[in-house]
């Protein structure tokens, strides 16, 4: 195995007085794609959130223990969550393009980050951020119309080309599929299994399926713990542990 992208560590979450993550420890593999599942309220989103620190935006909420990306603590007072977000992208459920063109919308963050000299290198993010999102030519001629006119799987598609956009090491993905169709998503995974060579890719998922096709490993979660984590085929065909056993059979969740 090769050293870790992400290495959590004795991780508790807390909203208020209710714990939601429960000592969490997980190495996360460079260059892949790792898979969370687990029943509806069992925390995935939650210690997603962790990885990127979008958990500081929610008041009520509390992280505790510690979350080394390249072995650099990202809850060190010096880190700028601004700059960590461009390290660490991330993908919601729904589609979020801002309501601005398809240009604008790839071209917002590069600009904020100061990423491009001037016009042409701004053109130049554009374009291969479209091309590494397999949109380019969907759009490359109608770049000065607005994303909120594309199609659903399309609008998911320009929100990952977004994200990468910034150049991100990571891209956090939360349930990226879930208001997509089969077509739509089929695209989305394709997606997914050609940014691996380039990105270490977290998703939550709750589609066992989805996680089977799309991920080399699989963390199951319940009740706030990570149950066990593996290499996803075995997490599906030998799980160690009865809880994941339970839920991949259809027991609960
Ligand atoms: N913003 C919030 N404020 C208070 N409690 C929250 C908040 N977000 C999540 N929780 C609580 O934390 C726990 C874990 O929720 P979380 O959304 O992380 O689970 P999940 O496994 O992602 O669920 P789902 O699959 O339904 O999205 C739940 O008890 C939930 O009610």
Redesign the pocket.
């Known amino acids: 195995m090769t050293d870790s992208k992400i290495s959590a560590n004795k991780v508790q979450?807390y909203?208020?007085d209710?714990q939601?993550?429960k000592d969490v420890d997980i190495e996360i593999q460079p260059r892949s794609v790792t898979a969370?599942i687990?029943?509806?309220?069992?925390?995935?989103?939650?210690?997603?959130?962790t990885i990127n620190r979008m958990n500081d935006t929610?008041d009520?909420?509390r992280v505790e223990g510690s979350i080394k990306i390249d072995g650099e603590d990202i809850y060190d007072p010096k880190v700028d969550p601004v700059q960590l977000r461009a390290k660490v992208g991330m993908v919601f459920?729904k589609p979020n393009p801002f309501p601005k063109s398809i240009y604008d919308n790839i071209a917002y963050g590069p600009r904020i980050h100061g990423l491009a000299k001037n016009k042409s290198e701004l053109d130049d993010i554009v374009s291969s951020s479209l091309q590494k999102a397999g949109l380019w030519e969907e759009v490359k001629n109608r770049l000065d119309e607005p994303g909120t006119g594309m199609s659903g799987g399309q609008q998911q598609r320009l929100c990952i080309a977004r994200a990468i956009a910034v150049s991100p090491e990571v891209i956090l993905m939360?349930?990226p599929c879930s208001a997509l169709d089969p077509i739509a998503t089929a695209k989305v995974e394709e997606l997914i299994d050609e940014l691996r060579e380039n990105y270490t890719i977290v998703i939550?998922t709750?589609s066992m399926q989805q996680a089977a096709r799309v991920s080399q490993r699989t963390a199951f979660?319940h009740l706030?713990i990570l149950v066990e984590e593996g290499p996803t085929q075995d997490i599906f065909t030998n799980p160690k542990d009865k809880r994941t056993q339970d839920y991949i059979t259809g027991r609960f969740g």
Not at 38 to 49: A, E, I, M, V, Y
């Open positions: 979450v909203y208020g209710n939601a993550i969370f687990g029943p509806s309220g069992c925390g995935k989103s939650t210690f997603l959130r929610i009520i909420c459920q939360d349930e939550v709750h979660f706030g």
